[in-house]
């Protein structure tokens, strides 16, 4: 095919058609109208006689072509409880976290309990009281942060502090993760 | 007078272990009239901890109640010497 300027190559298809007994109008206005309709974002435009052609009117209509939405694709159960497997064969890590967590009563476990004082504590923290009430830390810079944080410069006490946060953030990583599973997989099967 | 000395050691041992749970309490500030739940920002798992030591450590078997009275060195160190006493 002969590359030509859009001007020309609209005149010359005008007039072609024109021949053949279908008058577009002005080949000005049809190349104004393709201009105008490649400057938005449709992606293509049909120059065609208007519908009372055969009548013998000179005109055209311009037609667009319209972007489909791309929505999301469905996610089946399937697919997100395979993904929910393979997550968390691969990352345990995220439930015993979040078991770490899990508020204890401190009267059950026979903790101090004072007036005003929280009444829940949680595994992590029991564990160091046990085992490691003066694991400190001891890099002073850290310390001072850990202490303006937590409140504690103990180490179980700053895990036992921020493992709730730690396991809310792992439990959006967590959806983040298989929803991404999930929709991989599925475009996948879709491609 | 023994027993003053006795409950002198006992109040000494009792501070060190509070210092050294907390952490970030220096020595010199701690007394036996110190109330570590009004006089110093400790959050409570750190007042937790340390109670849990004495407990431990001194073998004791508080009441609810007890646990709940306790706000100064002076009466944790009473708790442990009335414990002392019903075992013997």
Request: charge should be neutral; proline fraction near 4%.
């Amino acid at each position: 095919m002969q590359e030509k300027e859009l001007s020309d190559a609209v005149f010359s298809t005008v007039h072609e058609l024109q021949r053949d007994g279908v008058n577009l109008g002005p080949s000005s206005l049809v190349a104004f109208n393709l201009r105008s309709s490649m400057m938005t974002s449709c992606p293509g435009t049909l120059i065609l006689p208007s519908q009372s052609w055969t009548t013998g009117a000179i005109a055209h209509e311009v037609i667009n072509g319209v972007r489909t939405n791309s929505s999301l694709p469905e996610t089946t159960f399937e697919t997100l409880w395979e993904c929910t497997k393979e997550h968390y064969a691969l990352t345990a890590t995220s439930a015993i976290t979040a078991s770490a967590g899990i508020p204890i009563n401190k009267t059950a476990v026979g903790a101090w309990v004072h007036a005003g004082s929280s009444r829940t504590t949680n595994l992590a923290s029991l564990i160091g009281m046990r085992f490691f009430p003066r694991t400190l830390i001891r890099h002073p810079t850290a310390a001072r942060m850990a202490k303006a944080t937590f409140g504690t410069i103990r180490v179980f006490g700053v895990i036992g502090r921020g493992i709730p946060f730690v396991a809310a953030g792992l439990a959006v990583f967590d959806l983040v993760s298989i929803g991404l599973c999930a929709y991989e997989a599925r475009n996948a099967k879709q491609s | 007078m023994q027993n003053k000395a006795d409950r002198a050691q006992l109040t000494q041992e009792v501070i060190e272990l509070f210092v050294s749970v907390i952490g970030f309490i220096p020595r010199n500030n701690v007394t036996p009239t110190t109330n570590f739940i009004r006089d110093f920002d400790i959050i409570d798992d750190d007042l937790t901890c340390f109670m849990m030591q004495v407990k431990w450590q001194y073998k004791l078997k508080p009441t609810p109640e007890d646990w709940a009275r306790i706000e100064t060195i002076d009466e944790v160190v009473d708790l442990i010497l009335a414990e002392q006493l019903i075992k013997t």
